[in-house]
């Protein structure tokens, strides 16, 4: 299948759909997913197409396409009307010791320690794993040109977590974070999250797009505590506390 989902009409992409394959959400059922490639001339798509519920995965763009499952649903953060509530509040004030920085999409031997750390600890049956330094550097750097890192220091200037996102047009799209597994109680995934939203705001971004949301996971459950959030449904935004879904 071949569309072009920008008003340029220059690059068609060119879609494809994987064969099923386990669904790494729900293990009784299985997922299929139509995906796609950017490179310098179409990568101004990604805007459209994250906006359409795409996801970025290096220069791999990809949507679930379930004949039997729409569980995956897209939600975004609305910025303009974003404010931390109570318990946003108490998790920046645990964390007021940390410097949160923004540059290139590079990756480092100090990052793989801390992802591998990371992913021993809280997903060592995963398959991200036995990823090495190598693995990481792809992940971080292969892009689509618009990717960036946002990083935290602590007072002893050792990186304690990492998030990768793409800045777009209209707004910034969280794609990967990880930290030290020693602060799982400083609830630094939903402080990543925080930082992001606050300097995109400075930066009059729209919107924050935190990926796919599934009613029936426990693991996505914290994305709908950030509001006022947009669900993707039909091809349309709507705000996630009146939609039917």
């Known amino acids: 299948m071949t569309t072009t989902p920008t008003d340029t009409e220059e690059t068609p992409l060119e879609f494809y759909l994987t064969a099923e394959s386990p669904c790494p959400y729900l293990p009784s059922l299985q997922e299929r997913r139509v995906l796609t490639f950017l490179d310098e001339k179409t990568a101004p798509a990604l805007t459209p197409l994250l906006q359409n519920?795409?996801?970025?995965?290096?220069?791999?763009?990809y949507r679930p396409h379930c004949a039997a499952c729409k569980?995956?649903?897209?939600?975004?953060?609305r910025?303009?009307?974003?404010?931390?509530?109570?318990?946003a509040r108490r998790i920046l004030r645990k964390n007021?010791?940390?410097?949160?920085?923004?540059?290139?999409?590079?990756?480092?031997?100090?990052?793989?320690?801390?992802?591998?750390?990371y992913q021993q600890s809280r997903h060592a049956d995963g398959g991200m794993a036995d990823m090495g330094a190598n693995d990481l550097r792809e992940?971080?750097?292969?892009?689509?040109?618009?990717?960036?890192?946002?990083?935290?220091?602590?007072?002893?200037?050792?990186?304690?977590?990492?998030?990768l996102y793409d800045d777009m047009q209209d707004g910034v799209s969280a794609?990967?974070?990880?930290?030290?597994p020693a602060l799982s109680a400083r609830s630094l995934g939903t402080w990543m999250i925080l930082s992001l939203a606050a300097a995109a705001q400075?930066?009059?971004?729209?919107?924050?797009y935190l990926g796919y949301w599934i009613a029936a996971s426990r693991k996505m459950a914290y994305k709908a505590r950030f509001q006022p959030l947009e669900i993707l449904l039909e091809n349309e935004w709507k705000d996630f506390n009146t939609a039917s879904f």
Do not use: W
């Not at 519920?53 to 763009?61: A, I, K, P, T, V």
């Not at 410097?99 to 793989?112: D, K, M, Y």
């Not at 200037?157 to 998030?163: D, E, Q, R």
């Not at 400075?202 to 924050?208: D, M, S, V």
């Open 53 to 61: 519920g795409f996801r970025r995965s290096q220069n791999m763009l």
């Open 71 to 77: 569980a995956c649903k897209s939600v975004r953060l």
């Open 79 to 87: 910025l303009g009307g974003f404010t931390p509530d109570a318990a």
């Open 96 to 117: 007021e010791n940390l410097t949160p920085a923004h540059g290139n999409a590079l990756s480092s031997p100090a990052l793989f320690d801390l992802f591998h750390r």
């Open 139 to 163: 992940m971080i750097e292969q892009h689509t040109g618009h990717a960036r890192l946002m990083t935290a220091t602590d007072d002893t200037g050792a990186v304690v977590c990492a998030m």
């Open 175 to 180: 794609v990967y974070s990880f930290f030290d």
């Open 202 to 208: 400075a930066r009059g971004k729209e919107y924050l």
